[in-house]
């Protein structure tokens, strides 16, 4: 029997119907909750909504109904710059100005707690060489992106989010570009970020991994939750065949860790 979680949600998105503009609706009343201390992962098939619930939850896109709140606080009643103290996101596609230094675009993490006319203070100054470290990127501050690999590239993006110091990371396809070496890395990363007391939530497309390193698992298809929980609860064959159309067989793992999941067709 799994164990019940009596931690108390940092972040609940609560029935949220949202799209693009006046086109159509992407999210049909998405419900979502994301404990402190834990990693939340959002899975489903290209084009479900999962990058678009990120950007309802981190006031990128107005929701057209239902809340997203952080602690309590209605997170699209703040300012932008309320909101990012408390809810970092790493897009699926960030992009930086050309001729930007790596530091400078960590630094640009620490905006949201400066003031307008105020530099850099020491605790601006440790944070950004905590999530340096934290990425692995302290030996590339003198480097313009546009000469680093994609992953790289990705690791830096990272350092900024984290440079950001929120007790909300939302991760986007946080493994892009990576090999696998490197995407566990980041993983583990993201993991370590949700035990030192954050509520971390990621889109993943590897399932094998985003078993791995979840706590909780969100399954969506077509702008709805059709399943969430464990990893074990979330990654079954019925719910595979449901979500994305694949035959598959589910054994345990001899370490105890995961699901495996074994493709074996599509249904």
């Known amino acids: 029997m799994e164990k019940e979680n009596t931690r ?35 899975i489903g098939p290209n ?7 990120l950007k309802a ?16 606080g209605e997170v699209h009643a703040l300012s932008p710059r309320e909101a990012a103290r408390l809810i970092a996101l ?23 707690h400066q003031g307008r006319l105020r530099g850099q203070s ?37 350092a900024m989010t984290l440079a950001q110091d929120t007790p909300v990371l939302l991760l986007d396809e946080p493994t892009t570009f990576l090999d696998p070496a490197h995407a566990m890395a980041m993983l583990d990363l993201a993991r370590r970020q949700a035990r030192g007391g954050k509520a971390v ?10 078993g791995m390193f979840s706590d909780t698992m969100v399954v969506m ?14 990654l079954t064959p019925e719910v595979l065949a449901r979500a994305y159309g694949l035959r598959a067989e589910v054994w345990d793992d001899p370490a105890g860790v995961s699901p ?8």
Do not use: F, N
Not at 131 to 140: N, V
């Open 8 to 42: 108390a949600a940092l972040l609940r998105a609560r029935d949220i119907r949202a799209g693009y503009g006046d086109g159509a609706e992407v999210l049909h009343g998405v419900s979502v909750e994301a404990r402190a201390g834990e990693v939340t992962t959002l």
């Open 47 to 53: 084009g479900c909504g999962k990058s678009t619930l």
């Open 57 to 72: 939850m981190s006031k990128l896109v107005a929701p057209r109904s239902g809340s997203v709140t952080v602690g309590g």
């Open 90 to 112: 790493l897009p699926q596609h960030p992009s930086a100005p050309d001729g930007l230094y790596v530091g400078e675009l960590v630094a640009r993490g620490r905006h949201p």
């Open 122 to 158: 020491a605790a601006d100054r440790e944070a950004i060489a905590r999530a340096c470290e934290a990425a692995g990127i302290s030996d590339l501050l003198e480097r313009d992106i546009a000469a680093l690999s994609g992953g790289q590239r990705q690791r830096v993006w990272l």
């Open 201 to 210: 939530v990621m889109v993943l497309h590897d399932l094998m991994l985003a």
């Open 221 to 234: 298809k077509d702008g709805r939750v059709i399943a969430q929980g464990t990893p074990g609860e979330a």
């Open 260 to 267: 495996v999941i074994v493709p074996r067709g599509v249904v």
